[in-house]
Nanobody, 115 residues
Framework: QMQLQESGPGLVKPSQTLSRTCTVSGGSITSDYYYWNWIRQSPGKGLEWMGAVGYDGSTYYSPSLKSRTSISRDTSKNQFTLQLSSATPEDTAVYYC???????WGQGTQVTVSS
């Protein structure tokens, strides 16, 4: 059974970079043709797909966030990482990582952007 564990600061100051890391266990991020996604849910809103890194290292971004988003991976640690630059209070949300065709999800973590 694949498991995803998120980590990173839960509080970020405005203008700083918001960073999240997802560690995958029970499977490899380089296999099975999976894509590894970052998704968030802001208060009172639906789920928003932010971007993904593929099993082959390819990256994909939401057009609305592309200018501020970078997703990378560390295959030696079986991790993938989200960086969202120039954070604003509007980036306050619960952040999730997901993979395996959205069959596997991290626990979701509240990240607040506030001074």
């Amino acid at each position: 059974q694949m498991q995803l564990q998120e980590s990173g600061p839960g509080l970020v100051k405005p203008s700083q970079t918001l960073s999240r890391t997802c560690t995958v266990s029970g499977g490899s991020i380089t296999s099975d043709y999976y894509y590894w996604n970052w998704i968030r849910q802001s208060p009172g809103k639906g789920l928003e797909w932010m971007g993904a890194v593929g099993y082959d290292g390819s990256t994909y971004y939401s057009p609305s966030l592309k200018s501020r988003t970078s997703i990378s991976r560390d295959t030696s640690k079986n991790q993938f990482t989200l960086q969202l630059s120039s954070a604003t209070p509007e980036d306050t949300a619960v952040y999730y990582c997901s993979g395996g065709g959205y069959g596997f999800w991290g626990q979701g973590t509240q990240v607040t952007v506030s001074s």
